[in-house]
C-alpha cells in the first residue's frame, strides 16, 4: 500500500485535491489518503469549504505520493518558506509527486521541478513559466510525465493526471476501470488540450 499526503493550504482549489483522491480512492487496498497541513487546524479552501488535516508537516511520516493542489492560496505560500522546505524534503524521499493546477507553483519554488519537463494551468501559465526559467515548461498538455514528477493543467485536469498515475504505478487496465468506476470520461491523450489555445499559448 502507498501512503499519499495530500497537502492542504488556505485558498487550495477543492477539485484539484478532492478530484485526484476520489480516483486514487477507489483502489482503497492500494493506497492511504491522508491531508497534511501546517497545523492542524481546520483548512478553509477556495470555495469557502473546510477541511480537516490527518496530520501536518511537523509531524508527519514520510509519504510514498505526495499530491500538491493550486487554489488562490498559493500566491501567498510560496512565499513561504516553512512550506516550501517540506516540500522539497518530501519530494525526495516519495515515490511519486503529483502537482494539479498552480501546485507546480509550489513545487517550483522549492526546486522540485528544475530543469524537469512541467505543465499547470493555463490561464496561470506565462507568469509561472517567466517566473521560473530553469523549468522546462510544456504550454500544450493536459498533464505531463517526467520520471516521478508528474503535473497537470488547471482544476479538471487533475482527474485525468491521477488516472495516468495509477496507470503509471499500477497499470493502464487498472486506471481505466477506476475511471469506469467513477462514470468519469478519462482523457487518457496526455496532448489533448483546448485550453492552451484558448489562452493563446499555441
Given at each position: 500500500?502507498?501512503?499519499?499526503?495530500?497537502?492542504?493550504?488556505?485558498?487550495?482549489?477543492?477539485?484539484?485535491?478532492?478530484?485526484?483522491?476520489?480516483?486514487?480512492?477507489?483502489?482503497?487496498?492500494?493506497?492511504?489518503?491522508?491531508?497534511?497541513?501546517?497545523?492542524?487546524?481546520?483548512?478553509?479552501?477556495?470555495?469557502?469549504?473546510?477541511?480537516?488535516?490527518?496530520?501536518?508537516?511537523?509531524?508527519?511520516?514520510?509519504?510514498?505520493?505526495?499530491?500538491?493542489?493550486?487554489?488562490?492560496?498559493?500566491?501567498?505560500?510560496?512565499?513561504?518558506?516553512?512550506?516550501?522546505?517540506?516540500?522539497?524534503?518530501?519530494?525526495?524521499?516519495?515515490?511519486?509527486?503529483?502537482?494539479?493546477c498552480t501546485g507546480s507553483?509550489?513545487?517550483?519554488?522549492?526546486?522540485?521541478?528544475?530543469?524537469?519537463?512541467?505543465?499547470?494551468?493555463?490561464?496561470?501559465?506565462?507568469?509561472?513559466a517567466d517566473q521560473y526559467?530553469?523549468?522546462?515548461?510544456?504550454?500544450?498538455?493536459?498533464?505531463?510525465?517526467?520520471?516521478?514528477?508528474?503535473?497537470?493543467?488547471?482544476?479538471?485536469?487533475?482527474?485525468?493526471?491521477?488516472?495516468?498515475?495509477?496507470?503509471?504505478?499500477?497499470?493502464?487496465?487498472?486506471?481505466?476501470?477506476?475511471?469506469?468506476?467513477?462514470?468519469?470520461?478519462?482523457?487518457?491523450?496526455?496532448?489533448?488540450?483546448?485550453?492552451?489555445?484558448?489562452?493563446?499559448?499555441?
Amino acid at each position: 500500500m502507498r501512503r499519499i499526503g495530500a497537502l492542504i493550504f488556505p485558498g487550495f482549489e477543492l477539485l484539484d485535491l478532492f478530484g485526484p483522491l476520489e480516483m486514487f480512492g477507489m483502489l482503497k487496498n492500494d493506497f492511504d489518503l491522508q491531508l497534511v497541513a501546517e497545523t492542524s487546524d481546520p483548512v478553509v479552501s477556495n470555495q469557502q469549504v473546510r477541511a480537516n488535516p490527518d496530520t501536518t508537516i511537523g509531524s508527519a511520516d514520510q509519504f510514498d505520493v505526495l499530491v500538491v493542489p493550486g487554489g488562490i492560496g498559493t500566491r501567498r505560500e510560496i512565499n513561504n518558506p516553512v512550506l516550501l522546505d517540506w516540500i522539497s524534503t518530501t519530494s525526495d524521499s516519495a515515490e511519486y509527486v503529483l502537482s494539479v493546477c498552480t501546485g507546480s507553483l509550489l513545487l517550483a519554488g522549492a526546486g522540485v521541478l528544475d530543469a524537469r519537463r512541467a505543465t499547470t494551468n493555463k490561464a496561470a501559465f506565462t507568469k509561472i513559466a517567466d517566473q521560473y526559467p530553469q523549468v522546462q515548461w510544456v504550454e500544450q498538455a493536459r498533464w505531463v510525465e517526467d520520471g516521478k514528477i508528474v503535473t497537470s493543467s488547471g482544476v479538471s485536469a487533475g482527474i485525468d493526471m491521477a488516472l495516468g498515475a495509477i496507470a503509471l504505478m499500477h497499470d493502464i487496465e487498472t486506471a481505466k476501470k477506476v475511471a469506469t468506476w467513477c462514470e468519469y470520461d478519462w482523457h487518457m491523450d496526455k496532448n489533448w488540450d483546448p485550453f492552451a489555445k484558448t489562452y493563446n499559448l499555441i
